[in-house]
């Protein structure tokens, strides 16, 4: 389970494994895999892995 995030700059998605709130904020500046910088991410919500 994590946050699902999209890099604004280069749009790819991926899930955030952090363990506290960033619900109430709009995007995160994190490092980006892609972009090999750090990026903001635009956060699309939680989800939860363990209901698969
Ligand atoms: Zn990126």
Do not use: H, P
């Not at 946050?3 to 998605?13: D, F, L, N, Q």
């Not at 899930?15 to 709009?26: A, C, E």
């Amino acid at each position: 389970m994590g946050w699902k995030v999209k890099c604004t700059s280069c749009g790819t998605e991926r899930v955030l494994n952090i363990s506290f709130d960033i619900g109430r904020q709009k995007t995160i500046y994190i490092y980006c895999n892609v972009c090999k910088k750090n990026t903001f991410n635009e956060i699309l919500g939680y989800i939860d892995e363990e209901a698969k």
